[in-house]
């Protein structure tokens, strides 16, 4: 199994920084691609960005040029360093783990961490 524990959200205000991390453990050999999507209070969960073993990265087009993605295998730690935030971008915020190497959807993501809120407001 796949354990994955986010850190990092909290209130921000509108333009403001925040930097989200998710820390895998357990059986992390059998991650390959991994991602963040985001869930506002009634909406689906949404897609915000993914990172392939490989280091391909896509991005949500909402969140393309203020959030960027990234992995640090020696600590199996995955990272989402969000910039210029916007009231929109409010919502928990999930880490996801998937041992294929191009999952086509939400529901090819085997392991999810707890999810972490994010508020933009002033």
């Known amino acids: 199994q796949v354990q994955l524990l986010e850190s990092g959200g909290g209130l921000v205000q509108p333009g403001g920084s925040l930097t989200l991390s998710c820390a895998a453990s357990?059986?992390?050999?059998?991650?390959?691609?991994m991602g963040w999507y985001r869930q506002a209070p009634g909406e689906q969960r949404d897609l915000v960005a993914t990172?392939?073993?490989?280091?391909?990265?896509d991005y949500a087009d909402s969140v393309k040029g203020r959030f960027t993605i990234s992995r640090d295998y020696a600590k199996n730690t995955m990272y989402l360093q969000m910039n210029s935030l916007k009231a929109e971008d409010t919502a928990v915020y999930y880490c996801?783990?998937?041992?294929?190497?191009?999952?086509?959807?939400?529901?090819?993501?085997?392991?999810w961490g707890q999810g972490t809120q994010v508020t933009v407001s002033s």
């Open positions: 990172i392939s073993s490989a280091d391909s990265r």
């Open positions: 996801a783990a998937s041992s294929r190497h191009y999952p086509s959807g939400i529901d090819e993501y085997d392991y």
């Open positions: 357990g059986s992390i050999f059998r991650i390959n691609t």
